[in-house]
């Protein structure tokens, strides 16, 4: 029984042998706890990984994205950070005026996969290999123009919004195309759309503007034979029903902003969840027991034969101990 076939089964809900798991971690977590993280992978190795870029030209950017400092992405979007570890925040954008839209640079370099080096990673792996893709129109966007402006944007629809949207669209629709006719078992988008409480805009404008990029992605997954994994953060409780029409495999939310037996009610055995457990309480500030019981409420909502992954985040702040509770309750729950 091979990971990817773990993995295959727990989507298509024909009761794998166990359920599959993945951790995330950032650069923080590596340097603040390194033997815990590594006693961590040895009892739980991955059953998901993502391919590496093996990219022919390198892309341009400036500074390194998890140290202190400035660091430029491949756009041009300057990032601030204050603590190594983890990722800055924009705090001056690209694109302060309409009249720049068409100074934007498009990272070409990140179309330049050596496909055969891709296809060569994924024979030698028994695990289920997501794309290097992350595609993210709305933090791109967001990124560009600055969170204020592009509020004011999507309320006001200046001319040049249409643009800047059609040209990152276009953009990832390339990049996925392209990731699609590898052998890699599924593409990846990912864009933060809740609050705490609800979503970061009304899901009616939600509907009209973004949806149909996601379903553009799906769509390209699909007609290739590929799985499409989703991320978001916060509470998007409101489109999880537009996510599911759009044929959307793989959700990685944060269920514990939700209500979850609610979500498991309407949508277990429709849409698989690929984790997580809640970071922003638990794995910092509960216990291992905390932890456990957690992980048995996301089964008994979200578990149908199938339909979750047991993931989770080593972020900054979380115990090592939580973090390893999280597969060892997900393996007792089998």
């Not at 590898?182 to 609050?195: I, K, S, Y």
């Not at 979380?318 to 973090?323: G, L, T």
């Amino acid at each position: 029984m091979t990971s990817r076939r773990l993995v295959v089964d727990s989507l298509e809900f024909r009761s794998p042998a166990r359920v599959p798991r993945q951790l995330w971690l950032l650069p923080w977590a590596e340097r603040t706890w390194p033997a815990e993280l590594a006693s961590i992978r040895e009892r739980f190795p991955d059953d998901i990984v993502t391919c590496p870029a093996f990219l022919r030209e390198p892309l341009k950017t400036q500074g390194q994205e998890y140290e202190p400092g400035l660091f430029v992405d491949e756009w041009g979007c300057r990032f601030e950070n204050k603590q190594a570890g983890i990722i800055g925040q924009v705090k001056d954008p690209v694109l302060t005026s309409w009249a720049g839209v068409d100074r934007i640079r498009v990272p070409a370099e990140r179309l330049t996969v050596d496909t055969a080096k891709v296809d060569g990673f994924c024979a030698d792996a028994e695990a289920f290999v997501l794309g290097k893709t992350w595609s993210r129109p709305f933090e791109l966007i967001q990124f560009l123009r600055g969170p204020e402006n592009l509020y004011m944007d999507l309320a006001e629809r200046p001319e040049g919004l249409a643009g800047l949207m059609a040209k990152v669209h276009a953009f990832f629709r390339e990049e996925m195309e392209l990731w699609a006719r590898t052998d890699v078992d599924a593409l990846v988008f990912a864009d933060d759309w809740g609050g705490q409480n609800g979503l970061l805009i009304s899901p009616a404008l939600w509907r009209e503007l973004f949806k149909p990029l996601y379903r553009d992605y799906v769509e390209i997954a699909h007609r290739h034979g590929k799985y499409a994994f989703m991320h978001s953060d916060g509470h998007i409780a409101a489109i999880l029903p537009d996510l599911v029409e759009i044929g959307l495999d793989a959700l990685n939310a944060q269920l514990f902003t939700m209500d979850i037996e609610a979500i498991g009610r309407e949508f277990a055995g429709k849409l698989v969840f690929w984790g997580e457990v809640d970071r922003q309480h638990l794995l910092p500030y509960g216990t291992p027991a905390d932890v456990g019981a957690a992980v048995r409420r996301v089964r008994r909502a979200l578990w149908r034969e199938g339909g979750c992954i047991a993931q989770c985040e080593f972020g900054i702040g979380a115990r090592p101990e939580n973090v390893a509770a999280v597969f060892e309750a997900w393996d007792r729950t089998a």
